[in-house]
């Protein structure tokens, strides 16, 4: 054996050693620790034709965009990113009442291009006369979230919710159906102040 044999072969078996004591073992899947706030709400009543409540882990703040109207509200979820985006309309006429819903089912469906599912339900409350659509969406798509509330004659409500970061739908799917828990009770304590 040749003295350069020799050196591979003495390397060769290391290397081999080195990597034979090595072992590879998959971590177990898992999911990161969510620590939900506990459920307590406050009531949010601003200078608007309406009132309801809200979690008291969440923040709202009038819409600042350059179109926003005056009793547009943003509703934040800081410790999950995300922020419910709420906007007030006073109804002029029926048909001006068909337009906003049109609009909010266009909207809706914008989403059905990466939408699996779009699955509408009616909000109908005879007690106070509120009508409304909510718009659940399945799949990888921006909002998972509609919905608009009406009384049918004089106010409108539409909200739209989005985490603020891309995600998957299966990695925030606790964290929303948490949030929608709440979501559903400000529409369930939406009531409307005399015009």
Request: aromatic residues 16%.
């Amino acid at each position: 054996m040749t003295k350069l044999n020799l050196k591979l072969t003495v390397y060769s078996l290391i290397l081999l050693g080195l990597w034979g004591c090595t072992s590879y073992t998959p971590k177990p899947h898992g999911y990161p620790r969510i620590d939900f706030p506990e459920r307590e709400y406050q009531t949010f009543d601003p200078d608007c034709s309406f009132s309801f409540e809200i979690p008291t882990y969440a923040r709202m703040y009038r819409d600042t965009h350059e179109r926003a109207e005056p009793c547009w509200y943003n509703m934040t979820f800081p410790v999950f990113d995300a922020t419910l985006y709420l906007s007030y309309k006073a109804v002029n006429s029926p048909e001006h009442l068909d337009t906003l819903s049109e609009e909010a089912y266009k909207l809706a469906m914008k989403n059905n291009i990466k939408a699996d599912v779009i699955n509408e339900t009616e909000i109908l409350d005879t007690s106070s006369g509120n009508f409304g659509i909510l718009y659940d969406l399945y799949g990888e798509t921006a909002t998972p979230f509609n919905f608009y509330i009406t009384d049918r004659k004089d106010h409108y409500i539409r909200g739209a919710f989005y985490f603020n970061e891309h995600t998957k739908t299966d990695s925030v799917a606790p964290i929303f159906d948490f949030i929608k828990d709440d979501l559903l009770h400000l529409i369930n304590t939406l009531e409307w102040k005399a015009n």
